[in-house]
């Protein structure tokens, strides 16, 4: 791996502070050799670059993995600090327009309308978000500010949001405020961030940096409809799913086998293994997802 790089080691210094006397950003997003999870997703950071006469961080994508590797990432947004107005900026390769996605100075009450860029939406989403608090986390030996926002969606405590000064938002650092997710089950979410193959970062309501699908699924997600069973190595589906894209995925999230339905049956022969499982099957190339359990005993 290379050397530590400028900016890691910026973070590192990153000194205890209250978050009563932020002026500018004081925990910076790193710069190289570094990535983020989020859901099946992983989000490099690997070198700048110039655009408009600004630097910006250059961030690669890996889609579909579990194993963090650098060489199946491809390029996907640029993003740029402003350390003194507190805000986050980013280039999404498609349109090269520059978009808000996050305003660390805002205060409780404030209200600013910040862009969501899924990877699968053509556009960029606009949210408005009003933050309810400010206050600061420890993650390692470093205070970082923390902004709140409560949605009046938000059901649950486990959906409530947070951008995290030098991390981003909780649903992921180009997803704020976003709730559209078209290839996963449930919203999207940030689970780990390493730094130099050191975990610096872990989401606190995930026990690993893969998509845990046995902590996601709920009867919102189900299709009562949707019934499978287990006969001579093949999951047997109900009608009306032909053609739907399928996953297979393991308890921890990592994906084990992608296809299409054919004749209401999906081989598995190859899942040996006596344990918990999840099928998903995706309509309109990820859209209207069903996720039903099955066991292999």
């Known amino acids: 791996m290379r050397t530590l790089t400028k900016a890691v080691i910026t973070l590192s210094l990153c000194i205890f502070y209250s978050f009563t006397t932020y002026s500018q950003l004081e925990c910076f997003f790193p710069d190289s050799d570094s990535y983020y999870s989020i859901s099946t997703f992983k989000f490099w950071f690997e070198g700048d670059t110039l655009i408009n006469n600004y630097k910006y961080k250059k961030v690669f994508m890996q889609t579909e993995e579990t194993i963090a590797n650098f060489n199946n990432a491809v390029y996907y947004a640029a993003l740029r600090e402003d ?10 390769k498609e349109d090269g327009i520059e978009r808000l996605i996050a305003d660390y100075s805002l205060s409780p009450n404030d209200t600013i309308s910040v862009f969501s860029f899924w990877p699968n939406i053509n556009s ?33 405590e486990d959906i409530h949001e947070s951008w995290i000064e030098g991390i981003g938002s909780s649903y992921g650092i180009f997803f704020p405020s976003s709730i559209l997710n078209s290839l996963e089950v449930d919203y999207p979410r940030l689970l780990c961030v390493h730094i130099n193959d050191t975990l610096y970062y872990q989401n606190e309501k995930y026990n690993n940096c893969y998509k845990d699908f046995s902590t996601q699924i709920n009867s919102k997600n189900l299709n009562t409809n949707f ?19 399928y996953k297979i995925f393991d308890i921890s999230g990592n994906i084990l086998n992608i296809g299409i339905v054919y004749s209401n049956k999906i081989e598995i022969s190859s899942l040996l293994n006596s344990g918990v499982y999840f099928l998903s099957l995706y309509e309109n190339e990820g859209f209207n997802a069903f996720t039903s359990k099955f066991i292999i005993p």
């Open 124 to 156: 960029p989403l606009k949210m408005t978000i009003e933050i309810n608090s400010v206050d600061s986390i420890l993650i390692g030996e470093i205070y970082h500010k923390r902004l709140s926002i409560d949605h009046d969606w938000a059901s649950s």
């Open 227 to 245: 019934n499978i069973h287990i006969e001579n190595n093949k999951i047997v589906v109900d009608e009306g799913f032909e053609d739907f894209e």
């Open 83 to 92: 350390t003194i107005a507190e805000r986050i900026y980013c280039i999404q």
